[in-house]
């Protein structure tokens, strides 16, 4: 709900291809786009736009930001391994998690730090 409010600018609930870029990108007098966002519009006509009607639904919005076949908790999880595991054990120690500190403490799986503060060995 919140990303159709942001997005469609016209108001009519849903969000056409000219909202979806210009959500990422203004064209600021650019006479040609970058490539990134040529690659955005196929993107939109391909896969955002599953129903080929022009624009995004609800629904399609809400499989663009919550895709069903992408667990968040899991990647976010993966990446704080990948980034504070320095020994590249797979585990990591209480070392390792306070050198990277900072990746923990913005991060929505530790409740922006909040879990490291009630953790008890």
């Not at 997005?7 to 040609?32: P, Q, R, T, V």
């Not at 009607?53 to 990647?75: C, F, N, Q, R, V």
């Not at 980034?83 to 900072?102: M, W």
């Amino acid at each position: 709900q919140e990303t159709m409010e942001d997005i469609d600018k016209n108001g009519d609930g849903f969000i056409d291809l000219e909202e979806y870029i210009g959500d990422m990108y203004s064209h600021d007098g650019d006479a040609e786009e970058p490539e990134w966002v040529k690659t955005e519009r196929e993107q939109f006509v391909e896969f955002r736009d599953k129903n080929r009607d022009g624009k995004m639904d609800k629904e399609e919005t809400k499989d663009w930001i919550l895709p069903s076949d992408y667990d968040h908790a899991e990647a976010e999880a993966r990446h704080l391994v990948y980034e504070s595991d320095q020994n590249k054990d797979g585990k990591l120690s209480r070392e390792e998690i306070v050198e990277k500190y900072d990746l923990f403490v913005g991060s929505q799986a530790t409740d922006f730090g909040e879990a490291l503060v009630r953790h008890d060995e």
